[in-house]
């Protein structure tokens, strides 16, 4: 019985310890690979640790019909009991070259990319960040779905 609880125990912490510090990570699929205009992603989730500091990532999952170098995204950061943030930000998901960057397979690649670093959330509550295509044209192959992570991390 004491063997089970320890190997119950052992099992406990090493199932948590394989979060690797993440504390938010959703994504959220782009009906046909094709995002429009019109539709935001939003994730939203709570805080209530104002100590830790946090690295916030986009994560985009994208194919060849991409037809660009850079993706552009308009951020909309929803804080408790303030006024929203709006950011507009430019993604490289290729070089020059039009080599696709991220982790790739035959017929899609994920990228990553780092948006705010070491930073530690201000207040508790609920927050909101919305993340659309702040493109030239309305409906934007090759797109087929967006993330948001963010992971606990140290600063140096």
Known sequence: MRNA????????????????????????????????YDDPKSFTFSVEDT??????????????????????????????????????????????????????GRNQCTFQVPVQQSFKFEKNGSYEISISQHSRIDSLPGISAIGLLIKETSID
């Open 51 to 104: 100590l830790t500091f946090y690295d916030l990532l986009v994560e985009v999952k994208h194919d060849k019909r991409f037809p660009y170098q850079n993706l552009y995204l308009q951020l909309i950061t929803s804080i408790p009991e303030e006024d929203s943030v709006d950011d507009i930000l430019s993604i490289d998901l290729a070089d020059y070259s039009g080599n696709k960057y991220g982790a790739c």
């Open 5 to 36: 609880l320890i190997l119950m125990s052992m099992l406990f912490l090493i199932l948590n310890g394989c979060k690797n510090g993440v504390f938010y990570h959703d994504i959220q699929t782009i009906e046909n690979g094709i995002w429009k």
